[in-house]
């Protein structure tokens, strides 16, 4: 009865295993000449290229010590702190697929030495051999190609202890000017690392890692966002080291525990000891991952371009790492782990990976698909903001699938507390208090905006002069549905109706509440109702409307023209006072204004007299205060009849 309900059990077990793995066709997939699944565009035609890609069929292996192409894959890249690459002994190709393999030896490599242990959370001072050897391949062909990278692995059998791994990464190298890319990472897939139980031996992490050069000196803090740690200004003698600092220390990492927003993907909802399809899309604007042709995570590209540096390219990597619990992370810096540990290390090891292909494809031709942007929202860093160090903010562009990815930042207020790069999104916080930054898409002018907050470094006494970083952003547009036409635009008119003669019509008011507002994603007709800034426009001629109404451009004039104002927006000097805001307040070098489009601003001092004046050309006016002396001034608004003042502290 027993031997009959275990082999029910195994045989139960085996259809359950059967069912969850992958039956994929390895010939057809080496003969696929583009991307598997949802990773392909039927638009775009595609090239492989084959001096990046590798179907591990050829055993004419061009050096006799290597059992793999070495015209493609380098012989012996460099080693890492807690293990040493042996591709000689690790790496060969048989049977039409490719095999890295990890190994222990107890005698150790003592060309490579880390500290024995962790002690009171650092590093020991006491240095031994490592005892772990694997394989890496890393490609050697020029440059970084904008393309799809698609691979066929399937991962080690044993768990926990190693990763198998596909990945872009180059070489780490120094950069003087704060903020520029140092080093870049994409992780097409890390396998089985995530922690020693086997609830996560199935997550599959697919991230991010880059460096930029900090404006601070910067050391690793295992107290700030727990459990992993984060980059915080060094603080020495009561201040801070201001960069920018070419050394080790001037080093600010992005690691995608400490940035999920800009650099975290993970699933786990594929069998790891499976053969399955692992791809990344790269382009300029964006980072898409898959795995098995189902996209599961994407990200913008901000630091991983490859005009970052022409001659650090990333290059393709495939390798088998050493993981917990054969390793141990303290402080920033691997160490050996405890001998209970390695012990168990003779029985583990040896371990393999399998590669059945590696293909790079290249787009020949833009994609002709066209999904229009619907929105933004801005996300940031899980890691606390101190004087001195770096943030990073992501857009998350609507929808996810989007054609045109493309937005710049923007400041809104407190540029003495903080400056946000217009490409990149990292924020240098230059002082203790709060900043407010805007992101605005390039199509469509969809913005948002998000508030941090600079806090001050344990143990600083003495101040710091941050210098503000190049690439900085400028203040936002008075009009975040900013125009980008230029007076040479074609307004695409085909009626042949004599537009100018249109111009005479007077404005009227209305009711806004049934007229939608003008986006550039959206096609009108002729004729169609718009409002923007409360104000109302017709579409007077064939074009599409693309241009945006009321901008002081041909193009704007010849598409639309001003047929009344929002009046019934507002009924109430209570809501004329609720609309108008003032910030940051107390300002020190800039102030912002809300307000009707039409309104007059004017600042006063105490005496009466105005400052200055200007008429608001959007929802946003602001005005420079650098000149200004310290101390209490007015902000009034006027509208028509009605008239808000402020108060205003200028320090």
Wanted: aromatic share 8%.
């Amino acid at each position: 009865m027993k031997k009959t309900n275990l082999l029910i059990l195994l045989l139960n077990l085996g259809a359950i295993f059967s069912a969850s793995s992958q039956n994929f066709d390895e010939k057809s997939l080496e003969e696929r000449t583009r991307p598997y699944g949802d990773a392909d565009d039927a638009t775009i035609n595609w090239r492989i290229r084959w001096d990046r890609s590798d179907l591990f069929k050829n055993d004419n292996f061009p050096d006799s010590e290597y059992k793999y192409n070495t015209r493609i894959w380098a012989k012996e890249p460099e080693n890492v702190q807690s293990w040493v690459w042996r591709n000689k002994q690790n790496i060969e190709q048989k049977d039409g697929s490719l095999f890295i393999t990890a190994r222990y030896n107890e005698a150790g490599f003592p060309e490579n030495m880390v500290p024995d242990g962790c002690v009171n959370g650092n590093p020991s001072s006491n240095m031994v051999p490592v005892r772990f050897s694997s394989g890496m391949l890393r490609s050697t062909s020029p440059g970084f190609v904008y393309g799809y990278y698609e691979a066929a692995i399937k991962g080690s059998d044993g768990f926990p202890g190693v990763s198998p791994a596909f990945w872009l990464y180059n070489q780490i190298k120094s950069n003087a000017t704060v903020g520029k890319v140092r080093y870049q990472e994409i992780d097409v897939v890390e396998l089985t690392q995530e922690g020693t139980s086997e609830a996560t031996r199935k997550v599959m992490d697919h991230n991010l890692h880059a460096i930029t050069t900090a404006s601070s000196r910067q050391r690793f803090d295992n107290s700030v966002n727990p459990p992993v740690g984060a980059f915080v200004p060094s603080v020495e003698n009561g201040g801070l080291t201001v960069g920018p600092i070419n050394s080790t220390a001037g080093r600010r990492w992005w690691r995608p525990k400490q940035n999920t927003a800009a650099e975290r993907n993970e699933t786990h909802e594929f069998e790891p000891r499976d053969i399955n399809i692992f791809g990344c899309r790269v382009t300029s604007q964006e980072i898409i991952w898959y795995v098995n042709g189902k996209e599961i995570g994407r990200k913008p590209n901000v630091l991983w371009q490859k005009e970052a540096d022409l001659t650090n390219p990333m290059r393709i990597t495939l390798s088998l790492g050493i993981r917990a619990p054969y390793n141990q992370f303290c402080s920033n810096r691997f160490v050996m782990p405890d001998p209970t540990v390695l012990s168990r290390a003779k029985d583990f090891f040896p371990q393999s990976m399998q590669v059945l292909y590696v293909k790079v494809f290249e787009p020949m031709n833009a994609s002709t698909l066209n999904i229009p942007v619907t929105g933004v929202t801005l996300k940031k860093s899980e890691v606390p903001v101190r004087v001195g160090g770096n943030t990073i903010l992501t857009p998350v562009i609507a929808p996810t699938e989007a054609s045109n990815k493309g937005f710049t930042f923007y400041s809104v207020s407190g540029m003495d507390v903080a400056r946000v790069d217009s490409k990149t999104g990292i924020v240098t916080a230059l002082k203790e208090g709060t900043a407010t930054f805007r992101v605005i898409t390039e199509e469509g002018n969809f913005f948002d905006d998000i508030t941090i907050t600079v806090g001050n470094n344990p143990g600083q006494t003495r101040r710091a002069v941050i210098p503000v970083p190049p690439g900085s952003a400028e203040l936002a547009p008075d009009n975040s549905d900013n125009d980008n036409d230029n007076d040479n635009d074609n307004d695409n008119d085909n009626d042949n109706d004599n537009d100018n003669g249109d111009t005479n019509i007077p404005p009227s008011s209305g009711n806004c509440n049934s007229i939608s507002t003008w986006k550039k994603s959206n096609s009108y007709q002729k004729g169609d109702n718009v409002k923007l800034n409360n104000i109302i426009y017709e579409l007077k001629n064939n074009s599409v409307g693309k241009c945006k109404p009321g901008a002081n451009t041909n193009c704007s004039r010849n598409q639309w023209r001003e047929i009344g104002q929002c009046t019934a927006s507002r009924t109430s000097f209570t809501e004329l006072n609720t609309e108008v805001k003032v910030f940051p307040n107390p300002s020190i070098n800039v102030v912002n204004i809300t307000s009707e489009r039409g309104a007059k601003i004017s600042i006063v001092d105490t005496a009466g007299k105005v400052v200055l004046s200007k008429v608001a050309e959007g929802q946003i006016t602001s005005f420079n205060t650098d000149n200004f002396s310290e101390g209490l001034y007015l902000i009034r608004v006027q509208k028509a009849t009605e008239t808000v003042t402020k108060k205003l502290i200028i320090k």
